[in-house]
């Protein structure tokens, strides 16, 4: 079992920066890092869609829109990942989710979401 609790939405102006964070209470048979993690977003209107991810071994990946922009990192001693937005457009106004998937049986656990807001 896994439980999130995100952090760090808000709003930003076009061009502007936020930092979401993600912290994961985790089961002592299943640490941070038996989990891949991800971040999504929905806007208003819109179907939930990939941001980014962060493997179990480091490794990241980004959707195009985001590429450039957005930097994905975890944290194993904080059981946190985080997202740093860059350069933030209003088409990137959405909620932000985050997700833990077991790296083995794929189960996967989402944050409650928070909104980001870009606007001037």
């Known amino acids: 079992q896994v439980q999130l609790v995100q952090s760090g939405g808000g709003l930003a102006q076009p061009g502007g920066s936020l930092r979401l964070s993600c912290i994961a209470s985790v089961a002592s048979g299943s640490p941070f890092n038996t989990y891949h993690m991800y971040w999504y977003r929905q806007a208003p209107g819109k179907q939930r869609e990939f941001v980014a991810m962060v493997y179990v071994g480091g490794e990241t990946y980004y959707a195009e829109s985001v590429k450039g922009r957005f930097t994905i990192s975890r944290d194993s001693a904080e059981n946190t990942v985080y997202l740093q937005m860059n350069t933030l457009k209003a088409e990137d106004t959405a909620v932000y989710s985050c997700?833990?998937?077991?790296?083995?049986?794929?189960?996967?656990?989402w944050g409650e979401g928070t909104l980001v807001t870009v606007s001037s």
């Open positions: 997700k833990a998937a077991h790296r083995i049986n794929g189960v996967d656990y």
